[in-house]
């Protein structure tokens, strides 16, 4: 097949995460010509504003740059931030006029280390103005002195975004124009610093987002959306005053994180504002104590109590049943002693539950029978601990304590479409695990959210689907 005539003879592929204006100007370069006259007329007057180019160009400039160059319009449109959405942001630009709206469903939607609501109230609109999540408001240029000394050097979109104190592919540190200028004066090489620790593990949690669309927590695979408001959560988090928190807890873990990260609290910040409009040397402080929060959250040394703080560490090993012990020959003496006692009674009993035992290990019906006359015996005990001691104790499979479809009571129960708390009672009094049941609705709603652009989920209703999305995703 003939190439376009339109298709300019020498164009490189885009780099891995490289921006539009980036890859721009490289292939000016290779024709020893400026980006505006690669454009030509029409487009070449925003070339002048390379922000323009690397945030939400024309649409059309994707459609030019396609044709003259074979790459698709998806992969353009990525090397912008506008084409980062819904991941990394809700819109791109900002459209909502509301800061505080747009604030509260990003950041607060979820919780990470305190438990939903726990967290500082504030008017986001009252502070300097807010563009969003992870637009700073100071632009600091940086660079890795690596990609920096290649043959064909490139720039990555998020180099200038407060989201990663490295660069990705070499995972060194990102230097400021500025420490890269001092190291040329003293006519030295900008040496790397290696990113380590658990700074190097959350970085990693980022490359895995922006490159795979999802991250591998130790508690399971998320989507990258929920990655990206996970850690912007646990920032805001970070960057509240112990004082104004009223749990002792809440107080407790935050300082045992700062202690952990060797730095004050709050990293030094004295007058709250949103974390895109803190300078940057306070806003790396909170990425190095996000990433010792996530460490200490593995070890098992805080509890997350947020919504998504489950994600963060490894679930609790779930004992299953392995079986009867042998028995144990009776005594002569003691078969005698019941038989004489109670001959038939207990005999009967024990066989009786045995054969009960062994039938609800085969039948969901006998195994719903068992919990019911469990509730029945001891109303006071949580539903959720007698399914527990049924499954590892009792040895009954778990989906068979799972209700059919048609409740027990047909009148009592709700019918949808269902609010949260609604939907959250339900799950809880079929049996399911409270902390289950709070985990996979705040995933089931991020995912509305970033899948179908559901934007106001506080008012989304659950359908009967819904419901039995969840209850399959909690009998995993
Ligand atoms: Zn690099």
Known sequence: MRSSPRRWPLHPTPGELESMSSWLVRIARLYGARV???LGPNLGAIAQHSHVLDEDP?????????????????????????????????????????ADEMFYTYVRQDSVLLALGEATQFQVARHRHWRGPW??????????????????????????????????????????????????MKDEQPQPVPITGPLAVLEGYTHQALIGGQVELPGRT?????WFRLLRCLLDELSLALTTLRPLHARHTLEQIWAAAGERERAG???????????WNIQEKLLNA????????????????????????EPAHAPVYDGDAPR?????????????????????????????????RSDPEPARGMLRTLTALDPHTDIAERRRFLI???????????????????????RPPYTRPVMRTILETEGFDRDDVTREITLFIGELRLLHGITDTRRYRFSGDDLEQLRARLSL
């Open 58 to 98: 024309p649409p059309e400039i994707f459609t030019v740059l396609s044709e003259r160059t074979g790459v698709g319009v998806a992969q353009l449109r990525a090397m912008t931030l506008s084409g980062w959405v819904p991941w990394l942001f809700d819109a791109y630009p900002a459209t909502q006029r509301d």
């Open 328 to 360: 144990p020959p009776q005594r002569r003496q003691d078969r005698l002693h019941r038989s004489e006692n109670a001959p038939d009674l207990m005999t009967g009993v024990n066989a009786w539950i045995n054969a009960w035992i062994n039938a609800a």
């Open 392 to 414: 590892s104790e009792i040895g009954i499979p778990p989906e068979f304590l799972t209700p059919p479809n048609t409740p027990t009571n047909p009148g009592r129960r709700p």
């Open 290 to 313: 996000a990433a010792v929060a996530i460490a200490l959250a593995v070890q098992r040394r805080i509890i997350p109590r947020g919504s998504l703080g489950p994600v963060l560490t």
């Open 222 to 226: 998320v989507h990258a959306g929920i």
């Open 135 to 184: 637009i700073p408001a100071e632009p600091t240029t940086r660079t890795c002195p690596l990609c920096a000394a290649e043959f064909d050097p490139r720039r990555a979109l998020y180099w200038d975004l407060p989201l990663t104190i490295g660069c990705l592919e070499h995972r060194c540190r990102l230097e400021t124009g500025g420490q890269i200028l001092a190291a040329v």
């Open 269 to 279: 910040i004295t007058v709250w504002a949103p974390y895109e409009n803190l300078p």
């Open 36 to 38: 505006a006259d690669l």
